[in-house]
């Protein structure tokens, strides 16, 4: 299976200098985690979206076996994993975030949930959702996404999904949210009110979100004391 790995983002809340794929956990640049996990599982096929500082990030992967798409404008989550389309074909095709580590087996687990659906989603539980996305679910089944509901508690969408090539139309068909972005939520909410099926896959292990400098310094801590998971 292809896997889309979005890291253009721009890491403002960091305050490091250097672009947020390329953030040390523990010595080790977070993108490299993430495709560490995913050759783990087997992936063999990457397909990385840049943006913000695009030729650092290239340049670091350039020994590697992975291709490249280019986000023009920072304009959401949809909007970058559209930046990968023709890279993708109709293939269907896994897809996490730049900034979130999960432990290699995850990819593995959602991608086999999603073959019986048109998709699936990982999900992790958290106390408050007020950064996270709440993914609402019914029967084992994805009815809803919310991004940013507040301070509660529920099922947070992790940032790892695998879907089907018939989520392209709702991606070019999604409109700005309220925060000015095309957010892949909004399309994967679209998609299914039109009879998607996308199922979830709860995670028990760690779910490392590097995008803050609290986060970076948990999952620091995590691999400093993990030695069987480098």
């Given amino acids: 299976m292809i896997a889309v790995v979005l890291a253009g983002g721009r890491g403002t809340r960091l305050g490091v200098d250097v672009p947020k794929p390329l ?17 783990g599982d087997a992936v063999g096929d ?15 992967l ?18 970058a994993l ?3 389309r023709d890279a993708v074909g109709h293939a269907p095709f896994l897809v996490t975030w730049a900034d979130v580590v999960v432990e290699p087996g995850t990819y593995r687990r959602v991608a086999e949930a999603a073959g019986d659906h048109d998709g699936a989603v990982a999900i992790n539980p958290l106390d408050d959702l007020s950064s996270g996305g709440s993914v609402k679910v019914e029967n084992g089944l ?19 999904l695998a879907l089907r090539s018939t989520v392209w139309p709702h ?60």
């Fill in 23 to 39: 953030v040390p956990i523990a010595g080790v640049p977070v993108i490299d985690r993430i495709l560490d996990a995913l050759a």
């Fill in 46 to 60: 990457v397909v990385v979206v840049t943006g913000h500082r695009a030729e650092e990030v290239e340049g670091h």
């Fill in 62 to 79: 350039s020994g590697t076996a992975v291709r490249f798409a280019r986000q023009q404008e920072p304009l959401g989550t949809a909007d």
């Fill in 82 to 84: 559209l930046a990968a």
């Fill in 142 to 160: 994805v009815s809803s996404i919310v991004e940013k509901p507040g301070p509660v508690a529920g099922w947070n969408l992790t940032g790892v």
């Fill in 171 to 230: 991606l070019e068909a999604v409109e700005r949210s309220v925060r000015g972005e095309y957010e892949l939520p909004d399309a994967i909410n679209a998609w299914i009110e039109d009879g998607a099926r996308i199922g979830s896959v709860p995670i028990d292990g760690p779910v490392l979100e590097v995008g803050t400098p609290h986060g970076v310094a948990a999952a620091t801590a995590y691999f400093s004391g993990n030695s069987s998971w480098r």
